[in-house]
């Protein structure tokens, strides 16, 4: 019997191991970004969803904030800080009236994503290697290219914001 | 070999049943909405992200649309009409300005998902239980209880507006 619970133990640390390289490591072959070195995280765009927001003035954007299950499991707890090889994505589209709500409204009522908008940021959390942005690598990329230096010396200071938080604005949405 | 590709396939296909019956069946043992008989489906929180939008007006929310396997395959092909078994979720939150980024911006700037609001929507594709509405069955629940009749009777007219897109208004967000 024990040696059986040890088996299952292995096994299932040997699982998590696994399943935290998948979150953590594995990087689409693109241009890594400036500053934090990230690449695009593999398979983000199937990652589950925390939140969704707007946007108003000259971003006026819909967006998404996914998580690879690290992100998910800590954001539902609502533990801080985030564990490590914690990845949020967010996503965004323009803010699209819907015409046929509109008809059927006789209004302006509903507003859809249209086009990718605004880039696709990341942050990864690797106390080791962001050790001096509170633990967090961050990254934009508009379509699939790394935004410049400009755009990533932007990130850090306005999360810092949110220190409170980990450096996260989003909270789960049940 | 012969034998291993036939196993192999028998593997691949009862994965496929399992999948589909996960998909289109399992149902929470909660009450059935009306009129469509549909309840909540399974773990429907962990699907992943077709769209999100946001309504203006009395709905006044921030929305996400997920979708089970089948819903996700056929939204990113764009193929039309979704195949049997699909299931469409809208989820909807209150519609909630970020008290930091209005510190940071000094103005109304992001709005993000506050407590969930006007239910969580699904619609299943079943063409033969839901012959006379266009093969979808709709249900609306609100904090885990079915809306009433009255409710059910607004979907499929509404939904009718965009018959040209098999009845859904959303559209995947890459």
Known sequence: MRRIVLVLTAV???AGVVTYAA????QTDGE?????????PTGYREWRLISVAHEEGNLNDLRAIL????????????KLPYPEGTIIARLAWSYDPLKESEKAFGRLQSFVAGPPKNGVQFMIKN?????STGSWGFAQFDDGKPANEAVHNTCF?????????????????P
Do not use: W
């Not at 979150?23 to 594995?26: H, K, N, V, Y």
């Not at 890594?32 to 695009?40: E, L, N, Q, Y």
């Not at 200071?157 to 949405?173: P, Q």
């Open 12 to 14: 299932v640390a040997l």
């Open 23 to 26: 979150d953590a490591s594995e």
């Open 32 to 40: 890594a970004a400036p500053i934090f070195g990230v690449k695009i």
């Open 67 to 78: 998580g690879n299950d690290l992100a998910i499991k800590a954001s539902r707890e609502g």
């Open 127 to 131: 106390s080791r290697k962001y050790a």
């Open 157 to 173: 200071s306005c999360h810092a914001t949110v220190k409170a938080r980990d450096f996260v604005f989003n909270r789960y949405a």
